[in-house]
RNA sequence: GGCCCGUUGGAGAAGAGGCUUAACUCAUAUCCCUUUCAAGGAUACAUUCAUGGGUUCGAAUCCCGUACGGGUCACCA
């Protein structure tokens, strides 16, 4: 007659530790802040749900003066994709949200590693044989087909579906039986016997939500797979516990599974975490709200905001507009590039989630590009066009100056031109100040000026604008172009216009209209007196008669 | 379907029994400013808090039911 304890002996003959060496191994952080952490798996790319969670971990570690590390869940091989790991460490950085500890490349730091799951190996099969032993953990040699039937038999007797009670046949294997199977070389998992029943309720806390009450867990799930693993429950119980985190921040998703974690942490005699389920962020499809989805919403993938030039704290900024509903209060009459200095608190965090505004995201975008000194926008825009915009970065590499004055157009003063909401607003709008550019407007979409206007009469006006140049500020070129306006019969300003529209020809905004569509190809632009001396003199006395010479034709 | 969570304007939301004529931000609309645009300024936009009932002198706020939305039921996380 075999024991629990020759039993775990087989399953793990070269387990010597213990639990209590773990203890010690792993000693509990003399860091009087909450210990959070980010735990994706490398299966894709870094979700935009993904960067709302590690942002709320990396706030509460650093408000409370706390820890906040990274730890990659890599126990899905057959999900694992190539480079996965490195995307995730860049994103986290490139949106700042920094890891203070943890899984990192080309090496993880801290005390409480490894970091990567696959890495941990020993630590879960050392906390399994103790486990196995006190007849907590047995093997289940159940195969995938034979739990399907069991599923469909469940489902047809509508029952319950899952391994629990009298439909969990291995937890009643003797342990002879159990021994002389594995011995046999038959393929199993080890499963948690649960002594949960689905007729009690638990009172479980939840930091935003507050009391939850949810059924006790009454599945024996699997807690090793097959391929000597772990899954997610355990490896959360196992490694939240031993890293010593004290607050698991993670999606609402996981409400469900808590009794599961719950009981696993008391059977372990483990001191339970704090949790936090976060709402999830949504997506209006079709009228109905649902979370976002990887294969349909391109801004599920954080990338999506890095290729079309959004400032990363953009991005971080409209999030936090989700995170604390206080945040957009608190940001009135503060500079954007400040909200770092934001306090968090989850009690004023939402419960459900919030649909994913881009329009908002805009508007925040664009204050944060008018807050950003003229360096700092150069050098985001240049490396933005580097990887993402060939054309704006064939520009750029033009003359980096001249592209720097154009950039700089109407930012001083305390209204700073907030034209931008992203960096792949910027080439369509600047392409005009470039010859070439220029040209292939102009031939595209041809020259169109008012109708109203006769060509004799424009072609003059635009001849007699060169002399304003020398104009030594943008007052008196101004005033020099009322003058040509007024010679011409047309209005020195809107209200007089109005006042009496039929004594002019139109008003200073036509003729300056004119200049513009002749300088830029177009009726909109940025300030014509700056533009116009970026263009150069030169230049714009050739723009002005390449536009001439057509209007003579 | 079982279980869990949620429901205040187009969106994010404040609100903890009387201070709410429901804050603030985005969006939208109109007006002002203005040589165009981007801005900036002003105003408007929920007679009502999913719904039905209850508790109370008094409810968006407390209780119950219903509806609706979302999540979850894997050897995925």
Redesign the pocket.
Known sequence: MKTYEDLANIIFPDIDETIEDLEKKYPPRNCKGEVTRF???P?GFLHTGSLFTSLVSKKVAESSDGVFYLRL?D??Q??EVVGAKETLVSGLKTFGVTPDEGFDIPHEHGEYGPYLQSNRRNIYRIVLKELVKRGDVYPCF???DD?NKL?EFQERN?M????YGEFAKCRNLTVDEAISRIENGE???LRFKSHGDHEN?IECEDLI??R????ENDLD??VL???G?????F?HVVDDHFMRTTIVIRG??????LPLHVEMFKRLNFPLVKYAHL??I?K?DNG????FSKRKDPEANVSYFLENGYPPVSLIVYLM??VN??F??WL?GRNVLDFNEFKFSF??M??????F?L??L??YS?EVIASFDIDTLFNNVKKYAEQYDTDLNELINRDETYFKSILNI?RDGP?????YAKYKDIYPSIRFFYRDQYEEIVRDSGIAFNPKFEKTLIHEILLESTSLYSCLD?TSW?EGLKEIASKHSFAK???TFKANPSDYLG???DV??ML?ITFTGS???????QTLHILGEDEMNSRIAFIASTLLK
Not at 160 to 163: A, R
Not at 288 to 291: A, D, L, P, V
Not at 415 to 419: C, E, L
């Open positions: 735990a994706p798996s299966t869940e126990t899905d057959k999900r159940c195969s995938s739990l599923r509508k319950v579906p899952g391994y393929p199993y998992v309720k939500r507050g939850i009450s949810i059924s799930v699997v797979k097959s391929d693993l772990p899954t997610y429950h490896a609402e998703e996981w409400i469900s599974s709402p999830l949504m209006m109905k709200k649902r979370k507009t989700i509903s206080n957009e209060e009135v009690s004023k939402s419960l459900d989630g919030a649909l505004d329009k908002k805009d508007y664009k109407e209204h700073p031109r907030k034209d943008e101004f300003d809107t209200k008003h200073v905004g300056a209209e513009r009726r909109r632009s940025p300030n014509l007196y």
